[in-house]
């Protein structure tokens, strides 16, 4: 950054430098401070559905809509890791993928472990909580994406609590179980735990 410095204050006249990044806040203010800043916003899990959708069928793989919704859900807005999860699961499993394929590949637990344990944390039931992340440890799910489905569950509880159905980006059955554990909890509570997931 600091080689930029002198480069950006006084640039060519002829050259035009664009910085791109996902992490703004490691750039140096003094880089800042000499940019026009634009901000990017994410695109929608419908979206990137959508466009997921066009490049399967381009390429001729076989994958349903719950496959490419877990990649959207998963790619957090970002078409390019979007992008980048179907390209992995497409040379990892062949043109035809299925749902299954796609939790594997991401080290992904079944939805209803997961929910099964956002129950138990909201109940606070200590001991059935810690004996089912024992076993979806020993099922071998990675415990980094454990904790980030287990916060994708728990901001679907405050949505929920809080009014914001619509917000809510799942099938009916899960939003039952959330809606369920919404009642069964207060907003304090799900701000505590979600500080310390």
Known sequence: F????????EPPTHSIFILATTEA???????ISRCQRFDFRRISAEECVTKLSELSHAE???????????????????????????????????????EDDIRDMLG??????????????????VKNGLRLINQISD??????QLR???????????????????????????KEAIESFASNTSIKDLVSILKLF
Request: contains cysteine.
């Open 108 to 125: 992904l637990g079944g939805d209803q472990q997961v929910l099964e344990l956002v129950g138990y944390i909201v109940d606070k039931s």
């Open 25 to 31: 806040h490691k750039v140096p203010l003094t880089i």
């Open 2 to 9: 600091n080689a930029l410095l002198k480069t950006l204050e």
């Open 139 to 144: 099922d071998g799910i990675e415990p980094r």
């Open 148 to 174: 980030t489905s287990i916060i994708k569950y728990l901001r679907d509880v405050m949505l929920v609590k809080i009014g914001a159905v619509d917000q809510v980006d799942c099938s009916d059955s899960i």
């Open 60 to 98: 001729g793989v076989d994958i349903g809509a719950n496959s490419l919704n877990l990649i959207a859900r998963e790619s957090l807005g970002s078409l390019r890791d979007a992008e980048n999860l179907l390209e992995r699961a497409l040379i990892s499993y062949g043109k035809s993928i299925n």
